[in-house]
């Protein structure tokens, strides 16, 4: 079974810097997509970046030119660095990973998707 577990979070000032990992074990080969999300004290979840197969990456406006996603394949883990943070950063982080399952031989699959449990980012000003 697919697992997804989220590290490096904690307490950082203003301005600094931070870099999130996500582990992921279990059929990670078939993953398609991976990303992070995040959810501020009575906010929504919300998109921060995304990375494909084929390294394509999409970004939330409000982290662009300050967050970076990566994926290290050979380790199975997903990065997010996060540089010049602000206290509107503040929340948790939540790994997320899709993947396509084969049904049969003849191509038939089921697209799912994958959580890790969270990890806490905070901003102090």
């Known amino acids: 079974q697919v697992r997804l577990v989220e590290s490096g979070g904690g307490l950082v000032q203003a301005g600094g810097s931070l870099r999130l990992s996500c582990a992921a074990s279990g059929d990670s080969g078939s993953f398609t997509a991976m990303g992070w999300y995040r959810q501020a004290p009575g906010k929504e979840r919300e998109l921060v970046a995304t990375t494909d197969t084929d390294s394509n990456t999409n970004y939330a406006d409000s982290v662009k030119g300050r967050f970076t996603i990566s994926r290290d394949n050979a380790k199975d883990t997903l990065y997010l660095q996060m540089n010049n943070v602000k206290p509107e950063d503040t929340a948790d982080y939540y790994c997320?990973?899709?993947?396509?399952?084969?049904?049969?031989?003849?191509?038939?699959?089921?697209?799912?998707?994958?959580w890790g449990k969270g990890t806490l980012v905070t901003v102090s000003s």
């Open positions: 997320n990973a899709r993947a396509r399952r084969v049904l049969n031989v003849e191509g038939a699959y089921r697209d799912m998707v994958y």
